[in-house]
């Protein structure tokens, strides 16, 4: 998809912050670090719009971005820092809950893992916190250019086996450093519209 526009919306905590209206929306969750922010960028052909925000003791905010005024984006904050406290993760779990009940354009979540190792402890519980909510999820396996092109079939294996990727849930393999994916991720995205 040719993107023409793309700009940030809102970050938002509660509810009523959330852009009005009743355009396509998908959220994209990830570990810290895993490379979420890249993969923004990437598919919107920007070099900084998503940034790394998820720092503990930042404030932590549902960022949306609207694109070609079409859709939006909800940049989720990340998750996994060991540093993070109780209380913070506890309002992390719950504004994310509120979200996904309550946000009903939501179509998709995209749930960015790293392709190079196998999903964390806390990639299984968000892909099973989004399940719970029975919310459709494309796993989007990132950094596919740090490993060799022989090894990508074996490790989406370790990937799909280790999240229990249920039926109807999609995999893609992507490289925020050489764009492989993005066409794919695009007509996932655009299927589910
Ligand atoms: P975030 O915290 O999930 O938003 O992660 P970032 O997007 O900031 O990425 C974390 C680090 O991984 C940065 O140094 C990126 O340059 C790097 N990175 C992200 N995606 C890729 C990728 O597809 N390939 C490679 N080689 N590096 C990546």
Not at 162 to 178: A, C, M, N, P, V
Request: charged content about 25%.
């Amino acid at each position: 998809m040719k993107v023409t526009s793309a700009e940030i919306v809102i970050s938002a905590v509660r509810p009523e912050q959330y852009p009005e209206g009743d355009l396509p929306e998908f959220a994209l969750a990830g570990r810290s670090n895993v490379g979420k922010s890249s993969f923004i960028n990437k598919m919107l052909n920007r070099k900084s719009l998503a940034r790394t925000s998820s720092k503990p003791g930042k404030t932590q905010t549902l960022n949306f971005f609207i694109i070609n005024e079409m859709m939006h984006f909800v940049d989720v904050p990340g998750y996994g820092y060991a540093k993070v406290s109780k209380s913070e993760r506890a309002a992390w779990g719950k504004m994310i809950e509120t979200y996904l009940t309550t946000r009903e354009q939501l179509r998709a979540a995209l749930l960015i893992v790293d392709l190079r190792h196998p999903p964390t402890k806390d990639d299984v519980m968000m892909y099973d916190f989004f399940k719970h909510y029975e919310i459709p999820c494309i796993v989007i396996a990132t950094k596919a250019d740090k490993i060799p092109k022989g090894k990508w079939q074996k490790h989406l294996k370790v990937t799909k086996e280790t999240l229990q990727l249920e039926k109807g849930d999609e995999i893609i393999l992507f490289s925020s450093e050489t764009g492989l994916g993005k066409e794919e991720a695009w007509k996932s995205l655009q299927a589910r519209m």
